[in-house]
């Protein structure tokens, strides 16, 4: 038996039609019978060199799956008895088609960017391979800055000049150096951190950042944009405190927490008891950002925030294991509607 061989099964499978049941039933037997081709075929695989093996596995594989397409197919096309044409019944219901559904990640991403954009934020993503300029220095981490190590970098290879991106930051530096004033724009994108993987932490995570640069940009402008954000992405009883917080592009910096969403701020695992989950890091862009990105800074003043988009995701299906976005099972992805 070699792959040749098999290939012409598959072409023969490909191709056939038939007119009637009996002939349909004719080649089950051919292929799916107790004495049938790939009976035999799964018997020679067991004596093929474990070299061919799996490649010789596959085929054989794709030969029963095709058949039993083509029966099933046949079957559904109306051959019982007779000729097609004499059995065709055109009020049969069709044969229901599966969709896909969005990865819930996608579906709250989306919800995210839509909110934003209804109040005139525009959508900018840029690449996640970064260079240090745009993920750090630009934003005011120079080399050796110890809050470089608040995001724990995956490098590329030995150059430690291009790493995968840790925030959509970056974004928001390559934006500005190329816009002028007003800019106001939201960066969803995936983001990477050398983190242990754990039910609550991954490698891989998403973000939205958003930036507002104008004149007399204040943090009540912040305030209320996180505000009408919260209401209507977690609902209006949903509440929402500030505290104080650092991040060196920023100054003042705060994080923001929205009470919890599971027990209604009473006080549960998910908040370990305090009744609040933090979602987003925000504050006022730092003027020096700004010269970095020849905006000039006694003109223009600006916000900026970051927002997790796992959290809010996990919060709202009630999901306990970050992991489980990342694994791909069916089971898991097929539950989620997309809005
Ligand atoms: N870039 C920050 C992070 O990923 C989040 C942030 C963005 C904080 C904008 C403040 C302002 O940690």
């Keep these: 038996m070699g792959s040749e061989e098999i290939e012409g099964l598959l072409e023969e499978i490909k191709s056939f039609q038939a007119s009637s049941a009996a002939e349909v039933e004719e080649f089950r037997v051919r292929f799916l019978g107790k004495k049938g081709v790939l009976r035999e075929l799964f018997a020679q695989l067991k004596e093929a060199d474990a070299s061919s093996k799996k490649e010789l596995g596959q085929l054989i594989n794709q030969v029963k799956e095709s058949a039993e397409q083509k029966i099933a197919a046949l079957k559904n096309a109306g051959i019982e008895e007779g000729s097609l044409i004499d059995v065709l019944d055109l009020t049969l219901p069709g044969v229901a088609q599966n969709l896909g559904t969005r990865h819930p990640i996608s579906i709250i991403k989306n919800r995210m960017c839509e909110i934003f954009e209804k109040i005139g934020f525009n959508i900018s993503e840029g690449p996640e391979i970064e260079t240090d300029w745009y993920n750090f220095t630009a934003l005011n981490i120079p080399e050796d800055h110890p809050a470089r190590d ?67 940009v204040s943090f009540a402008d912040l305030k209320q944009t996180l505000f009408h954000f919260t209401k209507e992405m977690f609902g209006k009883e949903t509440k929402t405190r500030f505290r104080p917080s650092y991040f060196p592009f920023t100054e003042p910096s705060a994080e923001m927490d929205i009470s919890c969403l599971i027990c209604k701020g009473k006080g549960c695992s998910v908040c370990k008891n305090s009744g609040w989950v933090e979602i987003l890091g925000c504050g006022m862009v730092d003027p020096a950002v700004l010269e970095n990105c020849n905006i000039d800074s006694t003109k223009y003043s600006g916000f900026a925030f970051g927002l997790g988009v796992e959290r809010p995701a996990m919060l709202t299906y009630r999901i306990n294991d970050i992991r489980l976005f990342f694994e791909n099972d069916i089971r898991f992805l097929k539950q989620f509607q997309s809005a």
Excluded: W
């Design 150 to 216: 608040m995001q724990d970098t995956f490098f590329l290879q030995t150059n430690p000049d291009i790493l995968l991106r840790t925030h959509t930051s970056p974004q928001q530096i390559r934006v500005m150096e190329s816009t002028k004033p007003p800019i106001r724009i939201i960066c969803p994108g995936r983001v990477y951190r050398n983190e242990t993987i754990s039910a609550r932490a991954h490698c891989i995570f998403h973000q939205i950042e958003g930036l507002y640069i104008d004149e007399n």
